[in-house]
């Protein structure tokens, strides 16, 4: 069967799921569609998400497997410019707790195309850089730029050949199932003085700003605080230190060391949970039936310019377009098509709408009247390049809709 329940919270073993958001049957959302036809006519899978109340964790009801998800899978994290400066940054940040020395051991877990070792390399190239990602088409760009490549997936029986000083996971522990099993593979490999960097979604970033569209197949679990400190203490792990970062919309970045570690944990935990106060069944709740409301609000705004003879494109062919553009019912009747920088996407469709993703040129040669900016998290980015290129007016949707 290509999906599978999720009956118990896998850290609490609690039960009680409380369903909180249901967006119906939705595409894979990074697995683009070669031809419109296969767009509109691509498998959908259900997308809803559930709040185990006993210890917060929100995840999906449903999971596609790991075969059929990642099949067609096309992100590259190296194609997103601000990604890149969030990696560096991150370098500055995570060497203010660990000291990386000459020859020490840096495991990035489903790195990608290796674009964080990269800026890593940048910064001190005389580390030992390792990428350990499921995907066979990442292997030759790694080994080329000089990364120790391990194409498996990630968890407790994954063995590297050496312990690792600094192992990093950004934006991939929410893809991952069973998450118990990863953080075994983390306590197993990693040096007793070494640190786990890990980052996420923001599950109250998401609900505060309501940002529905991180919710997606991929994303299988989405985090709080609590639940890293509960799974961690469960396997011989301590949060040392936390902090906010709006990468991703809103991300948490989460430095953890062994037990046996000397390093105290420092003042940042107790301000995130007394944040996540917040997180309740009531609250959750309250939350789906105002998303609900709001996909009705976007579908008949979109509906009313289409009505008024306004010619409209997309900007950003991201994973959250594609579930925002489903969720809403938008199709290329609406919109007439997303342009997207990313050299690979251009000449494909978005699942489930028939929309073809093309480049900046296409967008000079066919003026609209609107651009509804689909990547809203980097909306300042997009419009700053668009300047002297585009004259009309851009639509924003999250948290609200507003003109630009």
């Known amino acids: 069967m290509p999906t599978m329940k999720i009956t118990n919270c896998p850290i609490s073993g609690s039960p009680r799921g409380v369903e909180y958001l249901n967006l119906g049957n939705v595409p894979l959302v990074n697995n683009l569609c070669a031809t419109r036809e296969e767009s509109l006519t691509v498998e959908k899978f259900p997308l809803a998400i559930q709040l185990f109340p006993e210890g917060k964790l929100t995840c999906l009801t449903d999971i596609v497997d790991k075969d059929t998800l990642f099949r067609n899978y096309l992100y590259r994290s190296s194609v997103n410019k601000p990604y890149l400066q969030h990696c560096s940054q991150m370098y500055d940040y995570v060497t203010n707790f660990v000291e990386l020395k000459s020859g020490d051991i840096v495991a990035d877990i489903g790195g ?5 070792l990269l800026e890593f390399k940048k910064k001190n190239p005389n580390l030992k850089f390792v990428n350990v990602d499921a995907s066979q088409s990442f292997k030759e760009m790694n080994i080329e730029a000089g990364i120790d490549y391990f194409n498996e997936y990630f968890g407790e029986d994954t063995t590297l050949p050496y312990k690792a000083k600094l192992i990093t996971s950004t934006n991939v522990f929410q893809h991952t199932e069973p998450i118990r099993s990863f953080v075994k593979g983390i306590f197993r490999n990693l040096a007793n003085d070494g640190v786990w960097c890990l980052e996420f979604p923001y599950v109250l970033t998401t609900l505060l700003n309501d940002n529905y569209d991180q919710i997606y197949h991929e994303h299988v679990y989405y985090f709080c ?10 396997e011989g792990l301590k949060v040392i230190n936390v902090s906010y970062h709006d990468m991703h919309a809103g991300t948490l970045r989460i430095l953890m060391m062994k037990k046996s570690a000397s390093k105290k944990p420092d003042i940042t935990i107790p301000s995130f949970l007394n944040l996540e106060k917040t997180i309740t069944e009531e609250f959750c709740v309250r939350w789906g039936k105002r998303t609900l409301d709001k996909i009705n609000e976007f579908s008949n705004y979109i509906s009313d310019l289409v009505s008024n003879h306004k010619r409209i494109a997309g900007f950003g062919a991201a994973a959250k377009g594609c579930v925002f553009l489903n969720s809403v019912g938008i199709d290329d009747s609406m919109i007439e098509f997303v342009v997207d920088d990313t050299l690979y996407k251009q000449g494909m469709f ?9 480049s900046r040129e296409h967008l000079e040669q066919n ?22 290129q585009y004259d009309g007016e851009f639509i924003v949707m999250f948290p609200d809709i507003k003109k630009y």
């Open 112 to 116: 990608n195309d290796g674009s964080l």
């Open 225 to 234: 605080l609590q639940n890293i400190l509960d799974l961690s203490e469960q």
């Open 350 to 358: 978005i699942p489930g709408t028939g929309i073809q993703v093309v």
């Open 367 to 388: 003026k609209v009247d609107y651009i509804l900016i689909l990547a809203h998290n980097f909306k300042d980015y997009i419009i700053e390049s668009l300047k002297g």
